[in-house]
């Protein structure tokens, strides 16, 4: 069983969110770790260091076999306030994601992997633009800088810069935005965000649309979930088998179903040390920073679950304002070949995901997209006719 050691969370200081009055929401920070000692005195302090009044530290310790423990130990003398949570076995990334979820309570949720750190205004930022957006995304996702022996290498990620050089995404106007100023009360001259935070923030962010289908945003520790978002995704049962790519499915999953939006400013730090799973060096241009298949590499099977989630859970989503023509197609724009393919597979099979899942989820799938979007759906992803004809869904009234 793991071992939860809680004590409180963040509380703001005496005066700057009054019982009274309206409190900032609560920032959850969830750090994992997994043989990460030497790093997580510096990722833990960032996070004590935030300008944000109202933040809670949540530590996941990934039954590491370093020097992990003493340095928990020592973290949890200096800040009293910080959660840990101890897991009995290292299973993966993502079952320490969802421990660490379940263990917070903030309407926003920020994950930090132990090697990376947040700059002292990322929280803010992040929040700021939250609240002074028009369109409710369900994450924004900040850049982040690349550092290599405590030095800064790179200022940007380079997924921010193919979005931000070809113009792509869509810039806030005027009217997407209404910069937020939080006031904790007529009688309380206590204001938010201070005098000294760049509200200009707001001219650099582009929006993202839902039907985006590749990586446009920063690795995990850049991005600001609005829980709810969350929890429209964390409860898949497969998803604890999903050893990495958690930060792939839940982008991609929420990004699918509410859109996005990027922060053009560094909110945090990845350190690259030479034990990453990805960008083991800098980024440079037109050369990849990491070795796709490499060992760890699960943002195919990340991309597959993800699939099989929303195809599993489409009468939910329809129910919640899509089409089954806009869900259709927002299936066929996230697919990807089946991870899970063998050699006897068939080889429309092997390249489709959703075609795979249609086929054997047909009965199911056909009442709630109706059988002619879904037969459409199996066609355009390959499935050959005599399988399509060959589908039969349930009879009204059986």
Same mark, same amino acid.
């Given at each position: 069983?793991?071992?939860?050691?809680?004590?409180?969370?963040?509380?703001?200081?005496?005066?700057?969110?009054?019982?009274?009055?309206?409190?900032?929401?609560?920032?959850?920070?969830?750090?994992?770790?997994?043989?990460?000692?030497?790093?997580?005195?510096?990722?833990?302090?960032?996070?004590?260091?935030?300008?944000?009044?109202?933040?809670?530290?949540?530590?996941?310790?990934?039954?590491?076999?370093?020097?992990?423990?003493?340095?928990?130990?020592?973290?949890?003398?200096?800040?009293?306030?910080?959660?840990?949570? @101890?897991? !009995?076995? /290292?299973?993966?990334?993502?079952?320490?994601? =969802?421990? %660490? $979820?379940?263990?917070?309570?903030?309407? &926003?949720?920020?994950?930090?992997?132990?090697?990376?750190?947040?700059?002292?205004?990322?929280?803010?930022?992040?929040?700021?633009?939250?609240?002074?957006?028009?369109?409710?995304v369900g994450f924004t996702s900040g850049d982040l800088l690349q550092l290599t022996d405590s030095q800064v290498v790179l200022g940007s990620e380079e997924a921010f810069n193919?979005?931000?050089?070809?113009?792509?995404?869509?810039?806030?106007?005027?009217?997407?935005?209404?910069?937020?100023?939080?006031?904790?009360?007529?009688?309380?001259?206590?204001?938010?965000?201070?005098?000294?935070?760049?509200?200009?923030?707001?001219?650099?962010?582009?929006?993202?649309?839902?039907?985006?289908?590749?990586?446009?945003?920063?690795?995990?520790?850049?991005?600001?979930?609005? @829980?709810? !978002?969350? /929890?429209?995704?964390?409860?898949?049962?497969? =998803?604890? %088998? $999903?050893?990495?790519?958690?930060?792939? &499915?839940?982008?991609?999953?929420?990004?699918?179903?509410?859109?996005?939006?990027?922060?053009?400013?560094?909110?945090?730090?990845?350190?690259?040390?030479g034990g990453n799973i990805f960008s083991k060096r800098p980024q440079l241009h037109n050369v990849l920073a990491y070795q796709a298949g490499c060992p760890g590499d699960s943002?195919?099977?990340?991309?597959?679950?993800?699939?099989?989630?929303?195809?599993?859970?489409?009468?939910?989503?329809?129910?919640?304002?899509?089409?089954?023509?806009?869900?259709?197609?927002?299936?066929?724009?996230?697919?990807?070949?089946?991870?899970?393919?063998?050699?006897?597979?068939?080889?429309?099979?092997?390249?489709?995901?959703?075609?795979?899942?249609?086929?054997?989820?047909?009965?199911?799938?056909?009442?709630?997209?109706?059988?002619?979007?879904?037969?459409?759906l199996m066609f355009v992803s390959g499935v050959p006719w005599l399988r399509i004809l060959a589908a039969k869904a349930p009879r009204k009234g059986i």
């Open positions: 069983m793991n071992e939860l050691r809680a004590t409180e969370r963040f509380r703001p200081e005496p005066g700057q969110a009054p019982a009274t009055g309206l409190s900032l929401p609560l920032v959850s920070v969830i750090v994992i770790n997994f043989n990460y000692g030497r790093f997580l005195d510096a990722a833990v302090d960032s996070i004590f260091a935030q300008t944000y009044p109202n933040v809670e530290c949540v530590i996941v310790d990934n039954a590491s076999t370093d020097e992990s423990p003493k340095v928990l130990r020592g973290i949890e003398a200096r800040h009293p306030r910080v959660k840990v949570v @101890r897991r !009995a076995v /290292n299973d993966g990334q993502t079952p320490a994601a =969802l421990d %660490g $979820l379940a263990a917070s309570s903030g309407p &926003y949720v920020i994950f930090v992997d132990a090697d990376d750190m947040l700059l002292p205004h990322g929280v803010e930022t992040h929040v700021y633009v939250h609240l002074s957006l028009r369109i409710h193919r979005v931000i050089c070809a113009s792509r995404g869509v810039k806030a106007k005027a009217d997407s935005v209404r910069p937020y100023r939080h006031t904790a009360g007529e009688a309380y001259e206590v204001t938010w965000p201070p005098e000294k935070f760049d509200r200009t923030i707001l001219e650099r962010i582009r929006f993202v649309a839902p039907m985006t289908n590749e990586w446009v945003w920063s690795p995990t520790t850049g991005n600001c979930f609005r @829980r709810d !978002a969350l /929890n429209l995704f964390a409860d898949n049962p497969t =998803l604890r %088998g $999903l050893r990495t790519g958690t930060d792939l &499915y839940f982008c991609l999953g929420v990004n699918a179903i509410t859109g996005s939006v990027l922060i053009d400013d560094a909110v945090g730090v990845y350190r690259m040390h943002n195919a099977q990340a991309k597959a679950v993800l699939i099989d989630h929303l195809i599993e859970r489409a009468a939910f989503f329809l129910q919640r304002g899509w089409t089954a023509f806009d869900y259709a197609r927002l299936l066929r724009r996230l697919d990807c070949s089946d991870p899970d393919a063998e050699a006897a597979t068939p080889r429309w099979s092997a390249r489709s995901r959703v075609a795979t899942e249609l086929v054997k989820r047909f009965p199911s799938v056909a009442p709630v997209l109706g059988p002619l979007i879904a037969r459409g």
